[in-house]
């Protein structure tokens, strides 16, 4: 079965700098999607970035990027240029590919601090 | 496009009362989830459903129940609450497309006491 491992409860980050959150998982699948949502205080799930693991390059959008390593099985999440409205909690999540099904991590808060 | 939308969005129930929590999406997907979210936790899915008259249980589906009549609306039925039911219920759906992503509705917040 796979999980999904974030194992960085809480972090915090000053404006305007760079923080990377962890996401480990494992699986014994060769072909499969990887996710960051993000939940703010509102408690909408907002897709962030998506990575399919078939592609080397890593996903990026605008300041949010990847780092995939996939023999390491590690899919951490960079926020450049960091601001207020960043702070949530943020989900890393897997799915097999040809299914339907998610799995997430327990999630990661973040805190920008002014 | 109103995307995926639920109701209610709080409700307090006493212990051994039944509900439904309604979810309805307007994006014609296939794919329907219902999830619950434990405080500081991450989201665990309960049951989904791949199209209208097909469902099937997820990690935690003891205690609910759901029902898939149309492709739009995928209700998720609370008997005899408990206070372990306490939790925040998120709604998602998404489309067959395996690079589609999930889209998730605002959610509901339901004590049990």
């Given at each position: 079965a796979q999980t999904v491992t974030q194992s960085q409860p809480e972090m915090s980050v000053q404006e305007a700098e760079t923080v990377t959150l962890s996401c480990t998982y494992d699986t014994s699948e060769n072909n499969y999607y990887l996710f960051w949502y993000k939940q703010p205080p509102s408690r909408q799930m907002i897709l962030v970035i998506r990575q399919e693991a078939y592609k080397q390059q890593n996903a990026t959008e605008n300041r949010f990027s990847v780092n995939f390593q996939k023999a390491a099985k590690s899919f951490s999440l960079k926020i450049s240029?960091?601001?207020?409205?960043?702070?949530a909690m943020y989900f890393c999540a897997f799915m097999k590919s040809g299914t339907y099904k998610y799995i997430f991590g327990t999630g990661t808060r973040l805190k920008v601090l002014a | 496009n109103a995307g995926v939308t639920q109701t209610p969005k709080f409700r307090i129930l006493k212990i051994g009362q039944s509900m439904t929590l309604q979810c309805a999406q307007?994006?014609?997907?296939n794919y329907m989830y219902w999830y619950r979210q434990d405080p500081g936790m991450g989201l665990k899915l309960i049951y989904y459903s791949v199209g209208a008259g097909i469902t099937d249980k997820g990690e935690v589906p003891n205690g609910y129940n759901v029902s898939r009549s149309t492709t739009e609306d995928f209700p998720l039925r609370l008997e005899?609450?408990?206070?372990?039911?306490t939790s925040v219920y998120f709604c998602a759906s998404k489309a067959p497309i395996s690079t589609d992503t999930q889209y998730f509705g605002p959610g509901t917040r339901l004590t049990v006491l």
């Open positions: 240029d960091s601001q207020l409205g960043d702070t | 307007d994006m014609n997907h005899l609450a408990a206070p372990s039911q």
